[in-house]
């Protein structure tokens, strides 16, 4: 069955640590996002891209590097500039940018300790 | 910037009641789309609504798009408890140059007491 798989589901993380969060989907989707949830805020937009080697930064993109060279994968690293990282990491992708309905990974919840 | 603003952000209801939550852009959307995510699960895509004043139902839960499409709501009729989770929409700004970027409401949170 296609979907998007996220890795790992829970991670923890020492303060002025990088981390790499994956994500891999085998939909064929063009487009791959990802966004950060933290409670009462809703779903936040880190980072975007809609094809291979090319990225769009989000609205909360600081402290956060991606990249795109695979059309299946769209690893996030959370950076130590990051000043609150702790959250729920949520990938997704969809066939045709904004006009189709996004298909979410099962997310990583990152606790920096 | 394009804002999506969600209410209400909690919503307790007897099973067996109706529920509704409305979701208001800042600017004209191209299109709504919404979700529902259950307790530590993902956002599931639920429907997207695309012409002015359309109505789209899915058994008990009817979603509408305003005339100048910048709102919208999310009515479920006699809630069950299968119906808990948070419902989020999000919009695609009209004619911007932020193609293909979805802005989410904040979500409203439905508990349904049994």
């Known amino acids: 069955d296609g979907g998007i798989t996220q890795s790992p589901k829970y991670l923890f993380r020492k303060e002025g640590q990088n981390v790499t969060l994956s994500c891999e989907q085998n939909?064929?989707?063009?487009?791959m996002y990802w966004y950060r949830q933290d409670p009462g805020q809703g779903l936040r937009l880190i980072y975007y891209s809609q094809i291979v080697n090319d990225f769009q930064k989000g609205d909360i993109a600081e402290g956060y590097s991606v990249s795109r060279e695979k059309k299946e994968s769209f690893p996030l690293t959370v950076t130590s500039a990051q000043k609150n990282p702790t959250a729920f990491y949520l990938c997704a992708s969809s066939i045709l940018t904004g006009y189709y309905g996004y298909t979410f990974g099962s997310g990583t919840r990152l606790t920096v300790v | 910037g394009q804002q999506v603003m969600q209410i209400p952000q909690y919503q307790h209801v007897q099973e067996g009641e109706d529920f509704t939550t409305y979701c208001n852009s800042s600017t004209t959307l191209s299109n709504i789309q919404w979700y529902k995510q259950r307790p530590g699960g993902h956002p599931v895509f639920l429907i997207q609504l695309v012409k002015s004043g359309e109505v789209k139902k899915q058994k008990r839960l009817t979603f509408q798009f305003g005339e100048a499409k910048k709102n919208s709501s999310l009515h479920i009729t006699a809630t069950q408890t299968t119906d808990v989770g948070t419902y989020f929409c999000a919009g695609l700004r009209a004619g911007g140059t932020s193609y293909g970027k979805l802005t989410f409401g904040q979500g409203t949170i439905l508990t349904v007491h049994p």
């Open positions: 939909l064929n989707h063009d487009a």
